[in-house]
């Protein structure tokens, strides 16, 4: 019996190949970085041919260091960055353009179009979706008014649209040699052009955006085989599970009961919460969004509070100002003060999404005076993200009427002990770790395992969960009330600034 399943999780920052054993333990790990692409301000793009490159090296290394061969992996399972968009040719296997990335803001006149007829909401009862620059379908919308050709070829069923996951499906069961076109409903739900109650592409988004049909892939279940890797680095194996990387993450963290809730704190920041069968149209300025469909089994939806920039922030702060060499440095940084010093970040850099979704925000930092030092700037960085998740968690008890008892958290931020200590404080709740913290690619993993039989059910994959750590709120309420007033009169700063 094989031993291993295989999760490719492709991330905003970089593609990962873990192999995952029965016990939902790591056993591999190959990671590689991509480069992030800013051509103007506001626009954010990625190479598919550099992320196709590292997809095929990570597998390899993940491989290679604990020599395994492909019969010894049951099965893969695909998680991806969602939203970001490619259009290639199905003949030629080339991409029309480079990758529109989730967080590019380049569409934002069509959005103010598309507004002023209906307002932000007007998609929303069928996609569960605002009108906003992050979901696919105007990204392509964008391609095909742009690149020369492709609407013709998208016309005639040349060329083929996806986000990562259906990319690296096509490309990984065989390619221009016959590769096969699919995603699954959580990826689709993000491209703003699948109806949430029927789970079809949507006859009237296709028609109101000019999307050709022929171009889309078909929409599978999470958990099923889609098809078979032909490349050499996985022969014969099936792919068997599908899930954009949030939706991944609560599978992962096994949020399989109504209620239950994720915060994935990676380049930008996801919370998530089941809501089981029932869709629930968002009054709060949260998504309605898929959780997760396995095989046949009734589909779970799930309300979301998406934040675009979390450790993105981190790396700015890194990568734009160089006051850091590495980001697990902003910790130490941080703690050469005692507090933000007045001052407050608020990370606008692709406009605000939940629960404010304001297309016209940029980035601001708030409160400066001459006191103020880098130590401060990097306390206002990472409180920055955890004041967006309390945005998001008020909006999220006001939709649900759930409160949270506990909140699971899980991303490359965790790491950052300060940070992590401060959102207990700020939501006055215990925040959890799980002891395996690539819920991600675990829960892509878990998808594909379950396809092929070597998890049984979702019993098999909740006794695997287990605490790391937890930190519990200890911050008195006067300070933090007043700590989040200077947040909410911060926010209101970055308003209006894109004409
Ligand atoms: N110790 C740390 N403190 C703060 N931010 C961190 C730390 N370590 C990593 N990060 C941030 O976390 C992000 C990477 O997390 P990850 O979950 O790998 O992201 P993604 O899946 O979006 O590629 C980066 O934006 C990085 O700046
Ligand atoms: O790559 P991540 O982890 O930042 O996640 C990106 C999200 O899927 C965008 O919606």
């Not at 003949?91 to 590019?104: C, E, I, P, S």
């Not at 909401?121 to 919308?141: Q, W």
């Not at 006067?478 to 308003?495: N, V």
């Amino acid at each position: 019996m094989s031993k291993y399943i295989a999760a490719i999780d492709q991330g905003t920052t970089s593609t990962r190949c873990i192999l995952f054993d029965r016990q939902g333990n790591i056993v591999s790990v190959g990671q590689k970085e991509h480069e992030q692409i800013y051509p103007k301000p506001g626009w954010v793009e990625h190479n598919p041919d550099e992320i196709w490159k590292n997809t095929l090296e990570v597998i390899a290394l993940a491989r290679i260091k604990v020599s395994v061969t492909s019969a010894d992996i049951a099965a893969v399972g695909i998680t991806n960055q969602r939203e970001t968009t490619v259009a290639w040719n199905r003949r030629t296997g080339k991409a029309y353009h480079n990758a529109l990335v989730w967080q590019d803001t380049r569409t934002g006149d069509m959005v103010a179009q598309f507004e002023k007829d209906g307002g932000i909401d007007r998609f929303r009862p069928v996609t569960g979706l605002p009108l906003a620059t992050y979901f696919s379908g105007l990204k392509l919308r964008w391609l095909l008014q742009n690149v020369p050709g492709l609407r013709k070829d998208a016309e005639k069923g040349e060329a083929l649209f996806g986000n990562m996951d259906t990319f690296l499906i096509w490309n990984l069961t065989g390619g221009v040699k016959g590769g096969i076109h699919v995603t699954d409903v959580t990826n689709a739900s993000r491209t703003q052009l699948m109806n949430l109650h029927t789970l079809e592409w949507d006859e009237d988004m296709l028609r109101t955006f000019e999307i050709p049909r022929a171009m889309l892939p078909a929409i599978k279940s999470s958990s099923e085989v889609y098809g078979t890797v032909t490349s050499e680095v996985l022969p014969g194996v099936p792919i068997a599970g599908a899930l954009g990387d949030q939706h991944a993450a609560l599978v992962g963290q096994a949020c399989f009961e109504p209620g239950m809730a994720k915060n994935t704190y990676g380049t930008g920041c996801f919370l998530v919460m089941n809501t089981g069968s029932e869709l629930r149209i968002s009054e709060k300025g949260l998504l309605t969004t898929i959780a997760y469909k396995f095989g046949d089994q009734p589909v779970q939806y799930a309300l979301e509070g998406s934040i675009a920039i979390a450790g993105a922030l981190v790396q700015w702060v890194r990568d734009n100002l160089g006051i850091i060499e590495k980001s697990s440095d902003i910790e130490p940084l941080a703690q050469t003060v005692e507090d933000n010093g007045g001052a407050y970040f608020v990370p606008a850099f692709s406009g605000l999404y939940a629960p404010y979704w304001r297309n016209d925000a940029r980035g601001v930092i708030a409160g400066l005076t001459r006191y103020v030092t880098k130590g401060h700037i990097a306390r206002a960085v990472l409180e920055a993200t955890a004041y967006q998740t309390v945005d998001v968690v008020n909006a999220m008890e006001q939709d649900s009427g759930i409160k949270l008892a506990s909140l699971r958290v899980d991303g490359g931020m965790v790491a950052n002990q300060m940070l992590m200590q401060f959102q207990a404080d700020m939501l006055d709740t215990t925040v959890v770790a799980p002891a395996v913290a690539e819920t991600t690619a675990l829960g892509a993993a878990y998808a594909a395992g379950l396809a092929v039989g070597y998890w049984a059910d979702l019993a098999d994959l909740r006794k695997n969960w287990a605490v790391a750590q937890t930190w519990e709120p200890v911050m008195e309420s006067p300070q933090r009330d007043a700590l989040y007033k200077g947040w909410q009169k911060a926010i209101t700063k970055s308003f209006g600034w894109e004409e």
